[in-house]
């Protein structure tokens, strides 16, 4: 019941999201738009999304955690295929843990790790917000044009709402941290004094962790590499969006990935729900509705982009759980979410 707890809020709010996505769509007008994709562009997207986001991610991930230590290749590619589905799978940004905590297993420092994915979040922002204001700034759409069930709101007042509240305070601590580098652990020690030697020692240990995965950004040829793929990633991603909406509605405004993917970003800003319930429903048909679309393909592009992607995420993990041997309670136990495995092997900086 506790665990329940935890995230019956974002649980709730992700059932109202999904009740608004689908909300005045008859199962009719869903079933004739959803019969009316094209097969090859949802192939296309599904591709598109397969390489961007799981497979440029899992080599960026590989290229930053390498600068902390040294770790096989195939460490990677199984963490990151159970972590890119635990990170959609699981609420409230939980399965962030998830990387981290595996390669543990392997003797990489957690606190390391999990500054590595710090760096993956500050690199994301890096591209994906001025995407986000081109696309406020820019593309041609309504100032009021969102409409979900009865509810509207202007999409660039959100954006800029969203943004200014959540993505650029984060980015700009993210940058603070970046930009202190080694001589973080001694700027923070006098705060720590206050505290029992111990607990001061391991909270000092891990933010010099922290700080030596931050500090991946810092070398000029990893910046660069990871800084590529980054980019990569993100219009792979806006591509596979672009042919999704293609599939569905005809032939795409040249604005259609960006738009999807700045209206995908900023809902994901939001606490999720497990499996982004309602939040990715939501945000696709904010998106497409946004670029025109009727409401029976925009929820038709929802339902294909939840299906595709989920597939896809399934798939590697799967295909990562049986060459890693790692059951699903493990997976579950390393975000937090599941009891402790009695007579597991816990190793130095598990969570």
């Known amino acids: 019941m506790p665990r329940l707890l935890r995230v019956l809020p974002t649980l709730l709010l992700g059932l109202a999201c999904l009740s608004l996505a689908f909300r005045g769509t008859r199962p009719r007008d869903l079933g004739a738009a959803l019969a009316g994709a094209d097969p090859g562009l949802v192939a296309a997207s599904v591709f598109l999304y397969a390489g961007s986001m799981v497979a440029a991610r899992a080599l960026r991930f590989g290229v930053l955690v390498g600068r902390t230590a040294p770790v096989r290749p195939r460490d990677v590619a199984t963490a990151s295929g159970i972590g890119f589905l635990a990170m959609d799978a699981l609420p409230m940004r939980l399965g962030e843990l998830v990387r981290p905590w595996l390669l543990a297993r392997r ?36 100032p009021t044009a969102v409409d979900i069930g009865e509810h509207a709101f202007d999409a660039v007042d959100l954006s800029r709402g969203l943004l200014a509240g959540v993505a650029v305070p984060g980015a700009l601590v993210l940058g603070a941290v970046l930009a202190s580098g080694p001589s973080l652990p001694g700027r923070v020690r006098p705060l720590l004094a206050p505290l029992p030697p111990p607990l001061a020692g391991r909270a000092l240990a891990t933010l010099q962790s922290l700080a030596a995965g931050l500090g991946t950004l810092r070398h000029m040829p990893t910046l660069a590499l990871a800084a590529s793929l980054t980019a990569l990633v993100w219009a792979g991603n806006a591509a596979s969006l672009h042919l999704l909406v293609a599939a569905v509605d005809g032939p795409a405004s040249p604005w259609a990935g960006p738009v999807m993917l700045s209206a995908c970003f900023l809902f994901m800003l939001i606490p999720p729900p497990p499996l982004q319930l309602g939040l990715l429903e939501a945000a696709v048909v904010a998106g497409a509705t946004l670029l025109g679309l009727e409401r029976a393909p925009a929820v038709a592009a929802a339902a294909i982009l939840r299906a595709s992607h989920l597939g896809v995420l399934c798939a590697a993990a799967a295909a990562a759980m049986a060459w890693e041997g790692v059951p699903p309670r493990e997976v579950l136990r390393a975000a937090g979410l599941g009891a402790p495995t009695p007579g597991a092997r816990r190793t130095d900086g598990d969570p």
């Open 107 to 142: 003797g990489v420092p957690f606190a390391a790790t999990l500054g590595v994915v710090a760096a993956e979040r500050l690199l994301d922002l890096a591209f994906v917000v001025p995407a986000v204001l081109a696309v406020a700034a820019f593309a041609s759409i309504p």
